[in-house]
């Protein structure tokens, strides 16, 4: 079966910790994307790749890392700087970019901070 | 820039009753719009989508949405919801520029 999938399904940060969430696509599609989604809010845009080795900062980048060593990974990893991690963490992969492209999410990674 | 603004936050109904979910975009260039639902702890998934040509859109599960230019709207529409119909529901805009943008939601909770 195609589709995406993102690990683990929940994750719980020590202060000072870096932690990792993995995505992984195949899909075949060339666009992946990292939003945050926190209750009663949509989803906000933190970085998105159109092609392997390049990756753009979204609207809250600030505190998270990304690469895009592989066309089929996009792993995310919250750095001790994000001072509010507790979200829902979803991952998206579209064809190419394309404005018009449906986004196709994985079932999210759930942040909790100790 | 574009906004999308969700209307309500909250629309309750009773099983069989009809349903809009209202969405508002504003946006100086063409869009192309977007209505994604969301089960509770899983991510998005579409419903349907505007990108050009007829204004009304329809799901394969009864929903429809018509979009409309001159109000900026995209309200998504069913004449006769079920249980299984309550999730979240996000209506999103992109332009050209590429990136989405969406609205804050709306949690549909259909009633016995």
């Known amino acids: 079966d195609g589709g995406i999938t993102q690990s683990p399904k929940y994750l719980f940060r020590k202060e000072g910790q870096n932690v990792t969430l993995s995505c992984e696509q195949n899909?075949?599609?060339?666009?992946m994307y990292w939003y945050r989604q926190d209750p009663g809010q949509g989803l906000r845009l933190i970085y998105y790749?159109?092609?392997?080795?390049?990756?753009q900062k979204g609207d809250i980048a600030e505190g998270y890392s990304v690469s895009r060593e592989k066309k089929e990974s996009f792993p995310l990893t919250v750095t001790s700087a994000q001072k509010n991690p507790t979200a829902f963490y979803l991952c998206?992969?579209?064809?190419?970019?394309?404005?018009?492209?449906?986004?196709?999410f994985g079932p999210g990674t759930r942040l909790l901070v100790l | 820039a574009q906004s999308v603004t969700q209307l309500d936050s909250q629309v309750p109904v009773f099983e069989e009753a009809p349903v809009e979910l209202r969405c508002n975009y504003s946006?100086?260039?063409?869009?192309?719009l977007f209505w994604y639902v969301q089960y509770p702890n899983q991510g998005l998934q579409l419903l349907l989508k505007?990108?050009?040509?007829?204004?009304l859109v329809e799901s394969i599960n009864g929903f429809e949405a018509e979009f409309n230019k001159s109000q900026t709207s995209f309200h998504l529409r069913k004449p006769s919801v079920h249980i299984s119909d309550t999730a979240e529901y996000f209506c999103?805009?992109?332009?050209?520029?590429?990136?989405?943008?969406f609205g804050d939601g709306t949690t549909l909770t259909v009633k016995p």
């Open positions: 998206a992969s579209s064809t190419t970019g394309s404005a018009g492209e449906t986004q196709y």
């Open positions: 999103a805009a992109n332009t050209n520029a590429g990136k989405s943008t």
């Open positions: 505007y990108l050009s040509g007829s204004t």
């Open positions: 790749s159109q092609i392997v080795n390049d990756f």
């Open positions: 899909l075949n599609h060339d666009a």
């Open positions: 946006s100086s260039v063409s869009v192309y």
